[in-house]
């Protein structure tokens, strides 16, 4: 099976272990930098300025839920953030809710800086104190009828840019989105009781995995 990482330096990170492990996928938390590449010989001058030297030590990484600003100062250390930028570039991702944020080139009230890799504008805690956490359950674009989903101080998506698929709305906008081998809710998938979405990330591990292998 895929060596699937869950960045574990805050938040939700042990309920995204708990969802893959029931579909009997091991996951690996990521806690430091030099767990996301692993050295693989290449001589650094045929590497581009900025990329580690390694290739990726797993082949999908999920960015939990939590505090967005949180996980930014632990990833302010040793590199961190940087080595995530250039991971997140061509690895499989899937981010949840802080994990979208951190994910979005455009992050809002407040502006934060983020990992620029997903084409979308994100408000953060854009629900307000009365509507700020709700259970929904609504159709989406996946297989199997409606989904629920968990929103839990959720941010909102208020631009998709044009390479981006929305595969799920809350009230006209997007809470599930895609973009190539990156994949972003703004809801807990985790803390619901339906693996649909994992699944939905492992397929498209799968599916990085095998166009990898064509091109090697
Ligand atoms: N409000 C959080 C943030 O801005 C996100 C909430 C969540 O991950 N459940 O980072």
Redesign the pocket.
Known sequence: SPAIGILALQ?AYEAHARTLAALAIPTRLIRTPDQLFTSDGRTPSRIPSGTPAGTPAIDGLIIP?????TMLKFLERNGFLDSLASFVRTVPTFGT??GA?LLANDVQNPPQISLGALDITIE??AYGRQLDSTILTAPTKLPGGPLEMVF????RITRTGPQVETLATRDDYPVLVRQGHLLAATF?PELGHDPRVHQLFLDLVQNHLSVSSLKA
């Open positions: 938040g839920g939590g505090e967005s600003t809710c802080a944020i953060r805690n839990i101080r959720a941010p807990h």
